[in-house]
């Protein structure tokens, strides 16, 4: 197995078979065997009920589903635990990422240089007051705090070679400082551009 995406998911039912179409058109074509976790987190709105039937036609899915919802850094590490690829992904459900970007941060990843990706949102999509300049406060402090800068470290779009995600015990909400810990587990971090 090449590549694991783990995909954690909550309330997602309108955005899943659109995204794994994408997912699809993105990694169908290229020389990769992959698979798609998807992390069901307690949902309500019949997400589980839509992978489940996604599932039964597409080999490459893979499917956890949670009791109920334990939030997205309990998701990611039981798709971290699950994950078989060389290379794991991660990616939000809800299409904020684009699947189509995988393919570089694969080729990122390959320089050999480095052992974490992380989508950098050049062209950030989201709210100015409410959003861009609250994340920009906060991110320098962190940066400065940690010594770990990157011009973007919110974005889930992320590739870690294996034994990066191996070395992870996430907890709580620790999946907002994912960049910091594999900074401190001594493992090498790379930004492109999505
Ligand atoms: N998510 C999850 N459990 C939660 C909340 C969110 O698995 O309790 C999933 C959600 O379906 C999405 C991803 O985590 O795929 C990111 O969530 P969200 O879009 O709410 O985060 P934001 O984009 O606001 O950072
Ligand atoms: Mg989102």
Same mark, same amino acid.
């Given at each position: 197995m090449d590549l694991s995406l783990v995909i954690p998911v909550y309330n997602e039912v309108e955005n899943l078979s659109a995204?794994?179409?994408?997912?699809?058109? #993105? +990694?169908?074509?290229?020389?990769?065997?992959?698979?798609?976790?998807?992390?069901?987190?307690?949902?309500?709105?019949?997400?589980y009920e839509l992978l489940e039937? +996604?599932?039964?036609?597409?080999?490459?899915?893979?499917?956890i589903r949670f009791r109920r919802?334990?939030?997205?850094?309990?998701?990611? #590490?039981?798709?971290?635990?699950?994950?078989?690829?060389k290379y794991v992904v991660t990616m939000d459900a809800d299409r904020q990422n684009d699947p189509a970007d995988v393919p570089k941060l694969v080729a990122r990843i390959e320089l050999g240089d480095c052992d974490v990706v992380n989508g950098w949102r050049e062209n950030r999509q989201d709210p100015y007051?409410?959003?861009?300049?609250?994340?920009?406060?906060?991110?320098? +402090?962190?940066?400065?705090?940690?010594?770990?800068?990157?011009?973007?470290?919110?974005?889930s779009l992320r590739l870690f070679r294996h034994e990066v995600v191996e070395e992870l015990?996430?907890?709580?909400?620790?999946?907002?400082?994912?960049?910091?810990?594999?900074?401190?587990?001594?493992?090498?971090l790379a930004e492109v551009p999505v």
């Open positions: 995204l794994m179409d994408e997912i699809t058109s #993105a +990694l169908d074509g290229q020389d990769l065997a992959y698979e798609a976790i998807f992390i069901d987190d307690g949902s309500s709105d019949g997400s039937s +996604l599932r039964e036609q597409n080999d490459h899915i893979a499917l919802n334990y939030g997205q850094t309990a998701a990611f #590490a039981a798709g971290f635990d699950y994950a078989h690829g007051v409410m959003r861009k300049v609250p994340s920009k406060i906060a991110n320098g +402090l962190i940066a400065t705090t940690t010594g770990v800068h990157l011009h973007d470290r919110g974005c015990n996430l907890d709580g909400e620790m999946h907002r400082f994912i960049p910091e810990l594999c900074s401190f587990n001594g493992f090498k």
